[in-house]
C-alpha cells in the first residue's frame, strides 16, 4: 500500500511558466514532508520541506502548500527553468515516540522544462 | 568533502557473494539512514542509525542485511549471499538530528550495485 503517491509520472512545462507538482498522502501520522530534486546517477538533492503546523512554505522560485484536511501538498516553481528538470520526489515522516524518522517517498515525477 | 561521501558509486559481484557498502556522513551529522532504489521503484528505507542509540532496523528486507556505524560516524551496510533481487542504487543519507527539529536528510549519490 502506497502511503505518499505521486500520480504524474511526468510533466512538461514551458519556460518561465509554472510548474505543478503535486503529491498525496494517506498516513494521518505523517507530520513532515519534503521534495528531493534528482539528476540521473546522483543522489537526491533536498529542496524544501514544511511542517504540519504551517500550509505554506517558500523559498526563492519554491513555494510548497499543504492541505491536511485533503493530504495534499503540492510543489509550485515559478518561473521554471531548463535548469529545474529533474525527478522530483515528494517524501513524508511521522511523529515517532520510537525516534525513528524515517522518510515514505513517491515515486517520482519527472519535469523537463522546455526552452 | 562537505556532502555524504559512499563507496564504492558502483559494484557489480556475482550472485552468492557478500557486499559491503560504506557511508561517511556529513561531519556533526549524528542521525544516519541508509535507502534503496530498486528499478522503476521509490526510495524504501532499510536502517537508522541516531548517535549511540541501538539501530532502527525494521526496513532490512532479510537477515542478509546488516549495518553498523563505528563510532557514530562511518557506517557500513553488509549484504551477505547476494541474490540478483539485491540489485538497487543504495542511499544513504545524514542529518543534524533527528526530529522534533525538522531536519531535512541529506543524501549521498549512492552505490549502485549489481548482482550476476
Known amino acids: 500500500d502506497q502511503q505518499v503517491k505521486q500520480n504524474s509520472p511526468s510533466l512538461s512545462v514551458q519556460e518561465g511558466r509554472i510548474s505543478i507538482l503535486n503529491c498525496d498522502y494517506t498516513?494521518?501520522?505523517?507530520?513532515?514532508f519534503l521534495w528531493y530534486k534528482k539528476y540521473p546517477a546522483e543522489g537526491p538533492t533536498f529542496l524544501i520541506s514544511?511542517?504540519?503546523?504551517?500550509d505554506k512554505n517558500e523559498d526563492g522560485r519554491f513555494t510548497v502548500f499543504l492541505n491536511k484536511s485533503a493530504k495534499h501538498l503540492s510543489l509550485h516553481i515559478v518561473p521554471s527553468q531548463p535548469g529545474d528538470s529533474a525527478v522530483y520526489f515528494c517524501?513524508?515522516?511521522?511523529?515517532?515516540?520510537?525516534?525513528?524518522?524515517?522518510?515514505?517517498f513517491g515515486k517520482g515525477t519527472k519535469l523537463s522544462v522546455i526552452p | 568533502g562537505a556532502g555524504v561521501s559512499q563507496s564504492p558509486s558502483n559494484k557489480v559481484t556475482e550472485k552468492g557473494k557478500d557486499v559491503e557498502l560504506r557511508c561517511d556522513p556529513i561531519?556533526?551529522?549524528?542521525?544516519l539512514y541508509w535507502y534503496r532504489q530498486s528499478l522503476g521503484q521509490g526510495l524504501e528505507f532499510l536502517i537508522y542509525?541516531?548517535?549511540?542509540?541501538?539501530?532502527?532496523k525494521s526496513g532490512l528486507p532479510s537477515d542478509r542485511f546488516s549495518a553498523e556505524r563505528t563510532g557514530g560516524s562511518v557506517s557500513t551496510l553488509t549484504i551477505q549471499r547476494t541474490q540478483q533481487e539485491d540489485s538497487a542504487v543504495y542511499l544513504c543519507?545524514?542529518?543534524?538530528?533527528?526530529?522534533?527539529?525538522?531536519?531535512?536528510?541529506?543524501f549521498g549519490d549512492g552505490t549502485r550495485l549489481s548482482i550476476l
Open positions: 543519507a545524514s542529518s543534524l538530528a533527528a526530529r522534533p527539529n525538522n531536519q531535512p536528510q541529506h
Open positions: 498516513n494521518s501520522m505523517f507530520d513532515y
Open positions: 514544511i511542517s504540519s503546523i504551517k
Open positions: 517524501a513524508a515522516s511521522p511523529y515517532s515516540g520510537a525516534g525513528s524518522y524515517q522518510l515514505t
Open positions: 561531519s556533526g551529522h549524528t542521525a
Open positions: 542509525f541516531q548517535g549511540n542509540s541501538a539501530p532502527d
